[in-house]
Nanobody, 115 residues
Framework: QVQLVESGGGLVQPGGSLRLSCAASGIISSIYSMGWYRQAPGKQRELVATITPGRITNYADSVKGRFTISRDNAKNTVYLQMNSLKPEDTAIYYC?????????WGQGTQVTVSS
């Protein structure tokens, strides 16, 4: 019923940009705090950015100043604009509620920053 579908990932060079999208269905995402998460091979999933229903945002120190989380309530979609990408940003990126809900994890979208 609830589905969160991530898209927009790809292969980019260091310093490049990507815009990720998280399309929600089965829920009205605008009434929840939402987050972007990422998981690199051999590492735990980590929180990247959050946004509240009032559009208050928070970022991990590692991405602060480079990433921007936003939401379009009419489209039931959350975005992550990623600029000045670094190889350490390589990971599978997921969206979910914040705090996350176990059954809402989707397939994620792969971001690869080559060096």
């Amino acid at each position: 019923q609830v589905q969160l579908v991530e898209s927009g990932g790809g292969l980019v060079q260091p310093g490049g940009s990507l815009r990720l999208s998280c399309a929600a269905s089965g829920i009205i995402s605008s009434i929840y705090s939402m987050g972007w998460y990422r998981q690199a091979p051999g590492k735990q999933r980590e929180l990247v950015a959050t946004i509240t229903p009032g559009r208050i945002t928070n970022y991990a120190d590692s991405v602060k100043g480079r990433f921007t989380i936003s939401r379009d309530n009419a489209k039931n979609t959350v975005y992550l604009q990623m600029n000045s990408l670094k190889p350490e940003d390589t990971a599978i990126y997921y969206c979910n509620k914040y705090p996350p809900y176990k059954t809402y994890w989707g397939q994620g979208t792969q971001v690869t920053v080559s060096s």
